[in-house]
C-alpha cells in the first residue's frame, strides 16, 4: 500500500489575502462570495475556455486542473471547477485550458484533438483537453493505444462527434517531453492547504479548530470534496450560512494498515483511496471504475460519500459488505460506530452536531469472495438504479459468513438482513443460490423512478446471486 | 456533369480538413455566445419564474417584493411588451402568458445585477394560479381528441386491397420517447441597444433571421431595426431553430427598457424544462406481404407529441409520413398524421425532423414481422428495397436506389456479416444468459426543405485589394463543419489557396432573409449561394486578366485600379422541386442520401444491459467537401441515434400527484446521454465511392441528419438479442428506448415464448382514421403569417 501525500501543515500565511494561482498568475479571491464556484471565478477573469454544461458534474465541460499532493510529489487531477467553491481553493494551483496552450502554441494534447477531428462544436473540448491532459501527464502511464486509460474522459459529455476521433487522439498520445513545465511540476509538493478565514468561510488548520468552529457555528456546512453539495448550491439554490472546509485536514487524510483492518482518512478522495488500496479490498476494486467518472473521484471523498448518506450511492452497499465501521470525532473525542447503523432515514445519519466522519475502517480479515453488482441505464459514470455488494465466506462448501449490502431499494442504503440468513450454515450450491435469490428479490422497498420501476428492481435484486452464479462459480470456479 | 457540381482538380473541397475553429476550441478561445458576457460591462441578468403547474390561468402576479431584493433591476411582464407578446411564428405562443401552459412555463423575468440577484428576485416574485385541467401522456391525448394543427394524409394505391390480396397481414402499435437535444451550449441571448436605437443580439440560434423578425415583432419594430449575430453555437441539432428567438426577445426587451446589456443564459435544468424537443410518436399500423415477404400495404396512424404549442409540429409530422416508407417499396400505402396537443414543452425540429420516426415505424414492422414470417430479417429488408423507376408514396421517383443496395452489398462484405452471424449462432448455442445479434439497416433520406421556399440561400463574397478574400454566408456553425466547408468552396472557386479566405461570423445585416441552418441542407444551399458570388467576381476578373494569367494578388490590384468591383452578394435557389403540402404530393427532394449500418450488440440475460460490439457503416455523402466533416457527421450523428433510441429517457410525471406533468429527467444525473463508454468496440466507417451527386455542390451530398438513422441497425440488433432468449420465430416488442430495463423485459418475454403484441390476420388492429373533414396541413404550414420557419 501506498500512503497519498499528506502534505506540511500550512504556515505563514494566516493573514495572507485569499488566492488562487491560475495559469501561474496569482488571481487574488477578494470579495468572491462563497458560493461562487470555480468554474464562475476562471470565466469571470476571462478565461472562458472552461464551460458551464451541466452545473453538477455529469458533462466535464468545465474540468480544469489543480495541483494535488501525491506522495513527495503532486499530480495534475481534473475536477469539474462548477462544483468547488473558488475559497475551497484558495492557495492552490490551477491550469486551465487556456493554460496548457494557445492557438499558435499548442500543447500536444490540443494538437491530437485538433487534428483528429475530435471537436465539432467545440464547447465540450476545453474540458476533454483538460482530462486528457492530466491522463498525459500520469506518470505511469505508457504511450500508445493500451496505455492512455479511456475512463479517464468517461466523465466528459460530447453530444457532437461520438467520442470516436477522440478515443483516438488519446490513445496516440505520446509522453510529455523533459522540458515540459507542467510534467516538471509534478516532481515538486503540491501547494500547502490555505488557512482561509474570510466570511462564510474557513478552511480550519488542524481537526481541533475544525471541531471549534463546528461548535461556534451549529449551521456550518461541512465541505469536503463538494460534490455533493456543490450541486445543491447549483441546481436548488441552497446557500451554506457558514462553511468549514474539511478536505484537506491532516487528521483525517492518512491511509493506515493494521493487524484488524484498514484504516481509511475521510477526506482521502476516492481516486486518492482507490490508488492507495490498488487489489488490496478486492471489492472496492470493483466500485471504482463503476463509481462516477474520474473527474468526480478526484473530488469526492470517502467520508463524504458516507456521511452524506444517500440512498444510491454506490460504495455504501460495498462497505456495508465489507462490515465497516466509521471513527467518528467531536470535541469529546472519538467514538466508533457500525456503518450497518449509522444510517437512520433518508439522507439522515446518527452523526452528532459539531461531530465529523473523521475514519472508515474496513476490518480484517476480508471475506473471501466478493461481487459488485451495479444496475444503470448507462454502463458508465450513471446512477444505480440498484446496487449490489456481496461479501461470502465459504468454507467446505458451506456459506460461513454472509454480508450484502444494497444502495437504491430503501430511503438508506441497507443490508439485506434476510438474505444473509437465507445464506449462512448452507451449502454453496446452486439450490441455495436460487433459495437466497427469492428472498432477495422482496428485500427493501424499491419504488417506481425515472431510473427504474420497482418490478426491474426486485427482478434485479432476484437476478444478483444467479448471474454471480453464472459468470464466477459455476463449473467449479470461483470468484 | 452541371457546372454547379463540377469539380476542378487539385480543389480545396475535397481535403480532409479538421474543423476551421479547431485551434480555437482545444485552447478554449473560441467564443459562444455567453462567453462574451465577461467582455461586456455593467451586463444584466435575466432569470426566469417558472410555473409549477402543467396547466394553470395567472390570477395575480405581484412583482413588488422582487423589486425589494438587492440588486433586483427590472421585472419584465406582459405589460412592458411594446409590440406582439408572442414568441412563435403561428400566433400560439405568448412570450409572458396568461395561461400557463406547461411546467417550467415562464410567467415573467427578473434582471439583476448579478444572477444570483436575479435568481433571488425571482424567487421573490408572488404569483397565484388557478389550476386547470392538464392533459401530460400521448396516450391521453389521443383517447381526448387533443389534436392541433392539421391533419395530413400520405394515399396510394387502395389499401384495403393491398390488405385484401396479401399472403399475411400483421397489425400492432408502435410507440417511440422523444429526445432532448442536450447541445453542451445551452441557450444564450445577449442584447444591446446602440446609440441610434439599433438592437443588437448575439444569440446561439439556428435561424438568425427568425430569431431578428420576433425579437422586431416583439419590440414593435421593423425588421432593420434589428441585429442578430450568432459566433457560433455549441451544438444546435434543431434545438436552436426555433426555441431561441423567445429568450432573444426577453433580453433584448429588457435591453431596450433598462438599455443596459441583457444577458439571458438558461441553466441545463431550465433548459431542459422549458424548451422543447424530439417528438415522440404513437402509430397504430397494419402491414401485408406477400408470400415471399414483400410488403403488398401498409396502413398507418401516427400521432406526435406536439407539446404546448405547434411550434415546427406540421413540418416535422410531414416529414415522418415522407418518411415511412424508409427504402422500401410498398404498393398500397396509407398513411394519417396528427399532432396531439400536450401541456408539455412545445417539441420542435431534432436532426431528422421526424423523420426517424416515420422510418422507426416501418423498421419495427419489419423487425417485429419478420420471425412470423419465418425470413432472416436481413433478408427481408433486401428482398423489399426500392429499384430504379419505383416512386414514393408522394410521387417522387426514387433516384439511384442502386446506391442504397450497393452500401449494403458493401456493409455485408466488409463487415463479414455472413461468418460473423454463424459465430453468433454458434455462440448463443453454447451460452444460456448472453446472447449475441447482428442486425442490418438501411437508411433513405431525403434532402430539401419540404417547404420550397426555403430552399434559397444568400452569402457575401468581399475580395480585399491585397487579395485576401472574407466570406459571409447564411448559414449558421453549431459544430457540424459548414464553415469549414464554405472556405473550401469559397477557395475552390476563386482557385487561392485555403489561408486567403477568412470567414467573419453569420450576422443578418450581412446576409438578410436566410433560412434555418437546418434540413441538412446548409451546405447544399449556402455552398450554391457562395460559389455563385465567388464566380460572379471571377468573371469580372476574368475580363481583365484578358488572358494574361495574373498572379491573383496582380490581378486584384489591377482591377480594384480599373474600378472593377471585388465583392459580390451571391445567390442561390435548389432547382426541380415542388410540394403541394394540401394533398402531400410532389418532388419536395432534391435527392436522398442513403447509408446503411451493420451492428452487433451483446445482451445479458440477468439484467438487459447490453453493449455494442461492433459497427460496420457505409454512408453516401456524394463526393465529400470536406471528408473528415463528414466523417465526423456520420459518427456522431450515429450515436446520437443511438442514444435516442436506447439511452435517453425522458420522463415526465403523468400521475395524478402534485408532480403532474414536470419533468422528471431534467438534469444530466438522470437524463443520460451516451458516454465514451457507448462508443462500440470497434466502429468501421466508410463514405461510399462513385456517388458523385450531379447539379449539387461540387457532386457533394448532404450529411447532417441521415446518419441519426444509421442508429436502427443497433436498435434491431437489440431486439434480435433480445428474442434469442426465446424460441426461433419469436417476435419481440421492443421499448424505445431499449434502455437496459426495456431489453431485460422483452428479453424475459421471449422466455415466456409469447409472441408480442403483434395482431395477425384482418380486419386485425384497424389504425384510427382521423374524421376526413379535418384540416389537411396548411398550405405554408411550416410558414408563420410572418417571417418563417424552418423545416
Known amino acids: 500500500m501506498r500512503a497519498p501525500g499528506t502534505p506540511a501543515r500550512a504556515e505563514g500565511r494566516t493573514v495572507a489575502e485569499p488566492q488562487i494561482t491560475v495559469n501561474g498568475q496569482p488571481r487574488p479571491l477578494a470579495g468572491v462570495p462563497a458560493h461562487t464556484n470555480a468554474l464562475d471565478f476562471v470565466r469571470g477573469l476571462g478565461l472562458t475556455g472552461a464551460k458551464e454544461g451541466c452545473a453538477e458534474g455529469e458533462c466535464g465541460a468545465c474540468a480544469v486542473l489543480v495541483a494535488r499532493p501525491d506522495g513527495d510529489g503532486s499530480r495534475w487531477a481534473p475536477v469539474n471547477a462548477c462544483l468547488v467553491p473558488a475559497l475551497a481553493l484558495d492557495g492552490q494551483e490551477v491550469v486551465t485550458a487556456e493554460g496548457l496552450g494557445g492557438p499558435d502554441d499548442l500543447h500536444p494534447v490540443q494538437t491530437g484533438l485538433a487534428e483528429a477531428g475530435g471537436s465539432q462544436c467545440g464547447y465540450c473540448t476545453p474540458g476533454f483537453v483538460c482530462s486528457m491532459a492530466a491522463e498525459y501527464y500520469r506518470p505511469d502511464r505508457t504511450p500508445g493505444p493500451d496505455g492512455f486509460d479511456v475512463h479517464a474522459i468517461g466523465g466528459n459529455l460530447c453530444r457532437c462527434t461520438g467520442y470516436r476521433p477522440i478515443r483516438d487522439a488519446a490513445c496516440a498520445l505520446g509522453s510529455p517531453s523533459p522540458a515540459d513545465p507542467l510534467a516538471g511540476r509534478q516532481d515538486r509538493p503540491a501547494p500547502p492547504p490555505a488557512p482561509t ?147 437512520t432515514g433518508y439522507r439522515e445519519t446518527v452523526l452528532r452536531p459539531a461531530e465529523l466522519v473523521r475514519a472508515v475502517r474496513v476490518p480484517t480479515p476480508l471475506a473471501a469472495h466478493t461481487t459488485f453488482r451495479k444496475i444503470a441505464k448507462r454502463r458508465f459514470d450513471d446512477i444505480s438504479s440498484v446496487a449490489v455488494a456481496v461479501a461470502l465466506d465459504v468454507v467446505d462448501g458451506t456459506v460461513a459468513r454472509a454480508r450484502i449490502g444494497l444502495g437504491g431499494v430503501a430511503a438508506t442504503p441497507v443490508r439485506a438482513l434476510a438474505t444473509e440468513a437465507a445464506l449462512e450454515g448452507r451449502p454453496w450450491d446452486l439450490d441455495t443460490v436460487e433459495a437466497a435469490s427469492a428472498v432477495l428479490a422482496g428485500e427493501g422497498t424499491p419504488i417506481d423512478d425515472q431510473r427504474a420501476s420497482a418490478a426491474y428492481r426486485s427482478a434485479m435484486l432476484g437476478n444478483a446471486l444467479k448471474a454471480w452464479w453464472d459468470q464466477a462459480w459455476q463449473g467449479g470456479g470461483s470468484a | 456533369m452541371s457546372d454547379l457540381s463540377r469539380r476542378p482538380d487539385d480543389a480545396a473541397v475535397g481535403r480532409a480538413l479538421a474543423h476551421e475553429s479547431a485551434a480555437q476550441h482545444v485552447t478554449g478561445h473560441a467564443l459562444y455566445t455567453d462567453d462574451l458576457v465577461h467582455r461586456t460591462p455593467h451586463v444584466l441578468h435575466a432569470h426566469p419564474v417558472c410555473s409549477p403547474h402543467p396547466h394553470a390561468r395567472v390570477t395575480r402576479l405581484d412583482t413588488s417584493r422582487a423589486l425589494a431584493v438587492e440588486g433586483v433591476v427590472r421585472v419584465l411582464t406582459a405589460d412592458d411588451v411594446p409590440g406582439t407578446n408572442d414568441a412563435g411564428v403561428k400566433h400560439d405562443e405568448p412570450l409572458f402568458p396568461e395561461i400557463v401552459m406547461f411546467v417550467g412555463h415562464a410567467v415573467c423575468w427578473v434582471l439583476g445585477e448579478t444572477l444570483e440577484a436575479a435568481r433571488l428576485g425571482a424567487e421573490a416574485v408572488e404569483v ?25 394524409v400520405v394515399a396510394r394505391g387502395d389499401v384495403e386491397q393491398g390488405l385484401a390480396g396479401a399472403a399475411h397481414v400483421f397489425s400492432g402499435v408502435t410507440e417511440m420517447a422523444g429526445q432532448e437535444h442536450f447541445y453542451l451550449e445551452t441557450h444564450a441571448s445577449l442584447a444591446l441597444v446602440d446609440e441610434a436605437g439599433q438592437v443588437f443580439v448575439q444569440s446561439s440560434t439556428q435561424h438568425p433571421t427568425e430569431t431578428q423578425e420576433i425579437v422586431a415583432h416583439v419590440l414593435g419594430l421593423d425588421s432593420h431595426h434589428v441585429t442578430v449575430q450568432c459566433l457560433r453555437m455549441g451544438g444546435g441539432f434543431g434545438g436552436k431553430e426555433m426555441q431561441p428567438h423567445g429568450f432573444a426577445a426577453v433580453a433584448a426587451l429588457g435591453a431596450v427598457l433598462t438599455g443596459r446589456p441583457v444577458r439571458l443564459r438558461l441553466s441545463r435544468t431550465h433548459d431542459m424544462t422549458m424548451t422543447g424537443k424530439r417528438h415522440g410518436f404513437h402509430a397504430q399500423w397494419r402491414a401485408g406481404f406477400d408470400d415471399d415477404g414483400r410488403l403488398t400495404a401498409l396502413e398507418a396512424t401516427l400521432t406526435s407529441d406536439g407539446g404546448w404549442s405547434l411550434d415546427l409540429s406540421e413540418p416535422v409530422l410531414a416529414r415522418a409520413l415522407c418518411h415511412v416508407d424508409n427504402a422500401y417499396w410498398i404498393p398500397h400505402v396509407l398513411l394519417h398524421g396528427r399532432v396531439a396537443h400536450t401541456h408539455k414543452t412545445s417539441q420542435t425540429a431534432f436532426r431528422g425532423f421526424g423523420g426517424p420516426q416515420g422510418m422507426l415505424v416501418v423498421e419495427d414492422v419489419l423487425g417485429r414481422c ?95 485589394k491585397d487579395g485576401s478574400v472574407l466570406i459571409n454566408h447564411g448559414g449558421t456553425e453549431m459544430g457540424q463543419g459548414l464553415h469549414t466547408k464554405m472556405l473550401q468552396v469559397a477557395a475552390t472557386s476563386l482557385g487561392v489557396p485555403l489561408g486567403k479566405v477568412r470567414l467573419a461570423p453569420t450576422r443578418t445585416d450581412k446576409v438578410p432573409n436566410t433560412s434555418a441552418t437546418a434540413a441538412s441542407s446548409s451546405a447544399d444551399l449556402n455552398g450554391g449561394a457562395v460559389k455563385n458570388a465567388c464566380e460572379q467576381i471571377l468573371s469580372r476578373l476574368r475580363q481583365v486578366d484578358a488572358g494574361r494569367g495574373l498572379p491573383w494578388e496582380d490581378l486584384v490590384r489591377e482591377a480594384y485600379f480599373s474600378r472593377v468591383q471585388l465583392w459580390a452578394a451571391g445567390f442561390y435557389r435548389t432547382e426541380g422541386i415542388h410540394w403541394d403540402s394540401t394533398v402531400m404530393r410532389g418532388h419536395p427532394f432534391k435527392y436522398f442520401a442513403y447509408g446503411v449500418a451493420a451492428a452487433e450488440v451483446e445482451v445479458d440475460g440477468f439484467t438487459g444491459a447490453y453493449r455494442t460490439r461492433r459497427v460496420d457503416i457505409v454512408h453516401d455523402v456524394g463526393d465529400s467537401l470536406s471528408p473528415l466533416v463528414d466523417l465526423g457527421q456520420v459518427e456522431g450523428g450515429f450515436v446520437q441515434g443511438v442514444g435516442w433510441l436506447t439511452l435517453e429517457d425522458l420522463r415526465w410525471d403523468e400521475s395524478s400527484g402534485p408532480g403532474r406533468g414536470r419533468l422528471t429527467t431534467q438534469a444530466a444525473s438522470t437524463y443520460k446521454l451516451p458516454s465514451i463508454g457507448e462508443l462500440p468496440d470497434e466502429l468501421n466507417v466508410a463514405l461510399l465511392e462513385h456517388a458523385h451527386e450531379d447539379g449539387v455542390v461540387y457532386g457533394s451530398k448532404a450529411v447532417g441528419e441521415p446518419p441519426v438513422m444509421l442508429a436502427f441497425a443497433v436498435r434491431e440488433a437489440l431486439r434480435e438479442a433480445a428474442a434469442a432468449f426465446g424460441p426461433d420465430g419469436t417476435s419481440v416488442d421492443l421499448a424505445s428506448p431499449a434502455t437496459p430495463e426495456a431489453v431485460f423485459w422483452a428479453a424475459e418475454r421471449a422466455r415466456s415464448a409469447g409472441s408480442d403484441h403483434v395482431v395477425e390476420g384482418l380486419p386485425g388492429a384497424v389504425p384510427d382514421r382521423p374524421d376526413p373533414t379535418a384540416p389537411a396541413l396548411h398550405p405554408r404550414s411550416e410558414q408563420a403569417d410572418r417571417g418563417t420557419a424552418g423545416g
Do not use: C
Not at chain 1, 220 to 244: I, K, P, Q
Not at chain 1, 256 to 262: E, F, L
Not at chain 1, 268 to 287: K, M
Not at chain 2, 129 to 146: G, M, N, R, W
Open chain 2, 370 to 464: 419478420a420471425p412470423l414470417l419465418g425470413i432472416d430479417p436481413v433478408e427481408l429488408r433486401r428482398r423489399n428495397f426500392y429499384v430504379e423507376g419505383q416512386a414514393t408514396p408522394y410521387g417522387q421517383v426514387v433516384r439511384h436506389p442502386e446506391r442504397v443496395a450497393a452500401a449494403w452489398d458493401q456493409v455485408m462484405t466488409t463487415g463479414e456479416v455472413e461468418r460473423r452471424r454463424r459465430e453468433i449462432a454458434a455462440f448463443n448455442a453454447a451460452h444460456e444468459h448472453t446472447k449475441r445479434a447482428l442486425a442490418v439497416t438501411p437508411v433513405k433520406f431525403g434532402i430539401s426543405f419540404n417547404f420550397t421556399a426555403f430552399n434559397q440561400a444568400g452569402a457575401l463574397v468581399h475580395v480585399y
Open chain 1, 197 to 343: 478565514r474570510v466570511d462564510g468561510f474557513a478552511r480550519p488548520a488542524d481537526l481541533a479548530e475544525a471541531l471549534a468552529l463546528l461548535a461556534e457555528h451549529p449551521d456550518a456546512t461541512v465541505l469536503a470534496g463538494s460534490t455533493d453539495w456543490g450541486v445543491e448550491a447549483n441546481l436548488r439554490g441552497r446557500r451554506a450560512a457558514y462553511v468549514v472546509a474539511v478536505d484537506r485536514l491532516p487528521e483525517l487524510r492518512d491511509l493506515t494498515t493494521g493487524a484488524d483492518g484498514v484504516e481509511i482518512g475521510a477526506a482521502l478522495t476516492l481516486s486518492e483511496v482507490e490508488a492507495a488500496l490498488g487489489d488490496d479490498v478486492p471489492l472496492l476494486a470493483q466500485v471504482w471504475p463503476q463509481f462516477a467518472s474520474r473527474l468526480i473521484r478526484n473530488g469526492a471523498t470517502i467520508g463524504g460519500n458516507v456521511a452524506t448518506a444517500s440512498p444510491i450511492g454506490d460504495l455504501a452497499p460495498a462497505l456495508l459488505a465489507l462490515d465497516a465501521r466509521l471513527v467518528l470525532a467531536s470535541a469529546a473525542g472519538d467514538r466508533e460506530v457500525a456503518l450497518a447503523g449509522f444510517f
Open chain 2, 128 to 152: 397565484d394560479y388557478e389550476p386547470l385541467p392538464a392533459i401530460v401522456s400521448l396516450t391521453e391525448a389521443i383517447e381526448a381528441e387533443s389534436f392541433q394543427g392539421g391533419q395530413p
